[in-house]
Antibody
Framework: EVQLVESGGGLVQPGGSLRLSCAAS????????MNWVRQAPGKGLEWVSY????????YYADSVKGRFTISRDNAKNSLYLQMNSLRDEDTAVYYC?????????WGQGTLVTVSS | DIQMTQSPSSLSTSVGDRVTITCRAS??????LNWYQQKPGKAPKLLIY???SLQSGVPSRFSGSGSGTDFTLTISSLQPEDFATYYC?????????FGQGTKLEIK
């Protein structure tokens, strides 16, 4: 069974940093592209970042470019999102998502709250 | 960036109704269009991929159509478990933008 489990969320002050992790199991992680998607409270879905299977191609939303860094460790079946210079508007549930299309799978999400 | 415009933003409907949700892309995305259902506190669930392909396990009352810039999600006969929020998403090019969502509410 495909499983994606996010962790690392929590309360952080504006300007602070947080590192999210996504542990994958039930599939060959190293062969899939991965994404981070977020959802602010009561709002819609916002794509955040993409990483190719071998980490050679990476994309970011303009709203996080220069502050967030996506990475993966295929040996550990894990995806990461390093979030720096956090702002109030980064408050959201963050989901990791495998691929998009027929093979998509989503984690349950981890809540990040940026507040003083 | 490709903008995705969904309509309506909300809809009051009844069990048994036929429901149509539309999604328009600001430029052609071929058939790279996905539809998701999301219930409160849950992750999105894929219903339709590449505009018209039904995801495995999804009831056949859900269908999708369209290509280029105009797309439609249709629920042929609404069931109680279908009251949720629906999102379209283009996977043609990054940023992989979503529509703003359509919330189906019980009339």
């Amino acid at each position: 069974e495909v499983q994606l489990v996010e962790s690392g969320g929590g309360l952080v002050q504006p300007g602070g940093s947080l590192r999210l992790s996504c542990a994958a199991s039930g599939f060959t992680f190293s062969t899939y592209t991965m994404n981070w998607v977020r959802q602010a409270p009561g709002k819609g879905l916002e794509w955040v970042s993409y990483i190719s299977s071998s980490s050679t191609t990476i994309y970011y939303a303009d709203s996080v470019k220069g502050r967030f860094t996506i990475s993966r460790d295929n040996a550990k079946n894990s995806l990461y999102l390093q979030m720096n210079s956090l702002r109030d508007e980064d408050t959201a549930v963050y989901y990791c998502a495998r691929d998009f299309g027929a093979r998509v799978s989503w984690g349950q999400g981890t809540l990040v709250t940026v507040s003083s | 960036d490709i903008q995705m415009t969904q309509s309506p933003s909300s809809l009051s409907t009844s069990v048994g109704d036929r429901v149509t949700i539309t999604c328009r892309a600001s430029q052609s995305i071929s058939s790279y269009l996905n539809w998701y259902q999301q219930k409160p506190g849950k992750a999105p669930k894929l219903l339709i991929y590449t505009a018209s392909s039904l995801q495995s396990g999804v009831p056949s009352r859900f269908s999708g159509s369209g290509s280029g810039t105009d797309f439609t999600l249709t629920i042929s006969s609404l069931q109680p478990e279908d009251f949720a929020t629906y999102y379209c998403q283009q996977s043609y090019s990054t940023p992989y933008t979503f529509g703003q969502g359509t919330k189906l509410e019980i009339k």
